[in-house]
């Protein structure tokens, strides 16, 4: 495989990754909003900041979840696109 295909297969399974990681992550937070931001609260203030908009929240988190999730789709989608093998 040459440096090109080998680039390019690197990026779609990041991509890939990416896909799996936004639809599980929105999957949880769509159906356990209050476990889920719990599990995330943190000490650290910049990790904390990114979970702190849901805390006592779960509607929020629950629609941030369903977006996760249609946003993991719609780039799976384009990768399948792009290569339909």
Known sequence: MDKSK???LG???SAEMAAVFMIGDGLLGLLQPRRHV???RSDVPAV???VRPFA???GRRRAYGALQ??????LASALKRRHPR
Request: net charge neutral.
């Open 11 to 13: 990026i779609r399974r």
């Open 69 to 74: 999730i249609v946003a993991g789709i719609a």
């Open 56 to 58: 006592e929240r779960p």
């Open 38 to 40: 719990a599990l995330w």
């Open 48 to 50: 904390d900041a990114l």
């Open 6 to 8: 080998a680039l390019d």
